[in-house]
């Protein structure tokens, strides 16, 4: 009798272990894949701040790289060449190497295509056909045009983390349906439409999805008109 309660007791105890170890098996793997989780996300967070930086650099440098030609060389908008390497949409590259921004005789920038993941692998866009939503002046015509780097085929996540960057406000990029974004700046100003949505009014910078292209769409002002 007394045996057959020691057994008992014996099996009891046993079946309690391999609960506790059943359920400490659990709670190790809830953990790790929590870390591996926060660890994923966090290396996601690193990309989209690597990608930004990207984003902001380039267009910044043109920027900077512009304003020196036009002060400096008395070179005017319209007379400023983005021809590069490998691309004739602009011109060949070497024609007239003072007036082009990508030229060591010129603007001395080199053109940076964009590194992997930041976009569909699209080259940049040099746009002289749209305007901006109160930058410069807002007049629908081709005197009040900016001077824009454009780069399509941004991933959404990307987008939402360039606005919220610019805003620190976490936001779905507005849809704006308007023309002319793929067109390229060959010395002319022209007019094809306004980018205009109240999220975006007056942001030298932003990104937005684009209903004619299907994309998402990134872009920085050059040059406000």
């Not at 660890?39 to 790289?65: M, R, W």
């Not at 692998?121 to 824009?148: A, H, R």
């Not at 769409?217 to 406000?224: D, Q, R, S, W």
């Amino acid at each position: 009798m007394t045996l057959s309660s020691d057994t008992s007791q014996s099996g009891n105890v046993l079946f309690l272990i391999l609960i506790a170890v059943a359920l400490f098996a659990a709670l190790s793997f809830a953990v790790s894949s929590t870390m591996r989780g926060n660890q994923t996300t966090g290396i996601a967070e690193e990309k989209e701040k690597v990608n930004t930086a990207y984003l902001h650099q380039f267009p910044s440098a043109l920027n900077q790289t512009i304003m020196r030609m036009r002060m400096s060389e008395g070179i005017q908008p319209e007379e400023l060449i983005f021809a590069f390497p490998g691309n004739t949409d602009y011109g060949t590259f070497g024609t007239v190497p003072d007036h082009e921004v990508f030229h060591p005789q010129g603007g001395g920038l080199p053109y940076q295509a964009p590194p992997d993941n930041v976009n569909d692998g699209s080259s940049w866009i040099f746009n002289g056909d749209l305007e901006i939503d109160n930058i410069g002046t807002t007049g629908g015509t081709n005197t009040n045009t900016e001077l824009l780097a454009i780069l399509t085929g941004i991933p959404e996540s990307l987008c939402r983390y360039i606005n919220y960057d610019i805003t620190d406000v976490m936001q779905d990029p507005p849809s704006i349906t308007v023309s002319g974004e793929t067109n390229k700046f060959t010395g002319t100003f022209g007019y094809a439409g306004t980018v205009s949505n109240p999220a975006l009014s007056g942001h030298d910078t932003y990104c937005y999805y684009s209903t004619n292209l299907g994309k998402y769409v990134f872009y920085k002002a050059l040059i406000e008109r």
